[in-house]
């Protein structure tokens, strides 16, 4: 894609600018000496700027710019006036949005560097539509604060998160679910640092947090866990960690088997009766989540297949989990893979379980698959 891309490009000279106009580079706000020629208005100081703004998330918004960008013009009547702005408004939102979510998957993926132009944008955008001391600058910088700590920029990181901190101490009432996330990034930080004993506090924290919102065994507090065991094994009490990961994997057991059903076609008789009387409300879940089962789960996987004492039972548990999320992927080889892998595991160990349901999974990725 980023080939492509090196068609868009156009030099500038900075001095040819009309006068009191400075365009400047989207990501370090450096003058600028490139414009992207699809959007033309976007600068950047050089072709590296420009080829990390285009992976982390220009391309995805490169076509939604120019009217977030240009002024509304002059119209006849109040109503019209409300009525553009309105519009804008909800464009912005919309881009908040799209940029936080795609900064997180990005994280999520290991993708550190990348996710810093998404988060800047989600800043940018915020700040626009709620102001600088709004809580909901809080997100991007949250998200600015773990690419930093994946980056290994840590007093660039502290920064970041005392940005986030103070903004929501001096905000009552502050919602829960960005206490819960700035508890997190706030663990991964002394986890970096090696504060065990801090990250697991702040994990605590987090945890307790997620749990007001979503109960605690929720795919939102999951993440809080994830990382509390990841400390835990550092610290070498291995038992503990196991034991906490083998919770994680059941959460994300529990609510992959309620997506995949809802995944699966509805014979018509099934939506009749949906219709007449409403199923119990499913979440759905989003591109950063599904990044995150990705990472947590197959991090157990790798951590626990040279683990003897995991247990055969746990580990068709944790196969069948991860069948049933590449089948929500749609990645139906790997689906397949993962469910024939569960059923030796159970065969091999003589466990009397019910394998019903991971048998009818891999027949159906076994025909998606052919």
């Known amino acids: ?193 090696g504060n065990f004993s801090e990250a697991l506090k702040n994990y605590a924290n987090d945890i307790y947090h997620a749990a007001l919102i979503s109960g605690p065994r929720h795919v939102k507090t999951s993440g809080g866990y994830f990382h509390m065991a990841n400390v835990f094994f550092r610290k070498g009490q291995t038992e503990t960690a196991h034991n906490i990961y083998t919770e994680v994997v059941k959460i994300w057991n529990e609510m992959l088997q309620q997506v995949v059903k809802l995944d699966e076609p509805q014979s018509e008789s099934t939506l009749t009766s949906f219709v007449e009387k409403p199923a119990e409300e499913t979440e759905i879940l989003d591109e950063a989540q599904e990044a995150e089962a990705i990472q947590m789960l197959h991090a157990i996987y790798d951590l626990q297949q040279s683990n003897e004492s995991y247990g055969p039972v746990n580990m068709v548990m944790l196969l069948h989990t991860l069948a049933m999320l590449h089948c929500h992927l749609m990645g139906y080889v790997k689906a397949q893979d993962f469910a024939s892998e569960a059923i030796t595991c159970a065969q091999e160990a003589d466990l009397s379980l019910d394998l019903s349901d991971i048998q009818q999974l891999r027949s159906s990725m076994a025909a998606k698959a052919s």
């Not at 709004?134 to 994946?150: K, Q």
């Open 1 to 193: 894609n980023y080939f492509i891309q090196t068609n868009l490009r156009m030099s500038l000279n900075p001095l040819a600018n009309p006068k009191g106009v400075k365009l400047l580079c989207e990501l370090c706000q450096k003058p600028a000496y490139l414009q992207c020629t699809s959007c033309r208005v976007t600068y950047y100081c050089s072709e590296e700027h420009q080829k990390v703004d285009w992976v982390g998330i220009h391309e995805k918004i490169c076509s939604l710019l120019l009217p977030l960008r240009t002024p509304i013009p002059l119209v006849s009547s109040e109503e019209e006036r409300k009525h553009r702005q309105e519009q804008l408004l909800q464009r912005q939102k919309h881009m908040i949005d799209m940029t936080r979510t795609e900064g997180s998957k990005l994280l999520f993926e290991g993708a550190h560097e990348a996710a810093v132009p998404a988060a800047l944008q989600a800043l940018r955008f915020s700040i626009a539509v709620y102001g600088l001391s709004s809580v909901e600058l809080v997100p991007a910088y949250l998200v600015l604060g773990e690419a930093s700590i994946g980056l290994g920029r840590l007093s660039q990181a502290e920064e970041y998160l005392s940005q986030a901190r103070w903004t929501v101490l001096k905000t009552p009432g502050c919602d829960a679910s960005i206490k819960s996330k700035m508890y997190r990034i706030c663990g991964l930080l002394q986890a970096a640092k």
